[in-house]
């Protein structure tokens, strides 16, 4: 399993980036995934997720509204469309495959993650 992010970078506020994550090694489509992001000296934060054909998305509050998941099974890729960008969202930003939806999502393998910073 392989995962591999890409489209960080630096941003002022109010800003948009969009995130990719290229999946290898596995069946893509036959499994959910998540973005989980964690800014310096805190956990992990679960932000999105996606169900297998795309059609059932999930946000945490804090980017509801402002972020967008997406995936494209054919291309085995992961996005996340991040627009109205705050300082708060200033994280590393892993992509992972999920293995079950309890009161956080529960994921085996992600990536090394791309840094997203907002700041003017």
């Known amino acids: 399993v392989h995962l591999v992010e890409s489209g960080g970078g630096m941003v002022q506020p109010g800003g948009s980036l969009r995130l990719s994550c290229a999946a290898s090694?596995?069946?893509?489509?036959?499994?959910?995934m998540t973005w989980v992001r964690q800014a310096p000296g805190k956990g992990p934060e679960w932000v999105s997720g996606?169900?297998?054909?795309?059609?059932?998305?999930y946000y945490a509050d804090s980017v509801k509204g402002r972020f967008t998941i997406s995936r494209a099974n054919a291309k085995n890729t992961l996005y996340l469309q991040m627009n109205s960008l705050k300082p708060e969202d200033t994280a590393l930003y892993h992509c992972?495959?999920?293995?079950?939806?309890?009161?956080?999502?529960?994921?085996?393998?992600w990536g090394q993650g791309t840094q997203v910073t907002v700041s003017s």
């Open positions: 992972a495959r999920v293995t079950g939806w309890g009161s956080d999502p529960e994921y085996d393998y």
């Open positions: 090694g596995f069946t893509f489509s036959s499994y959910d």
């Open positions: 996606i169900n297998t054909g795309g059609g059932l998305t």
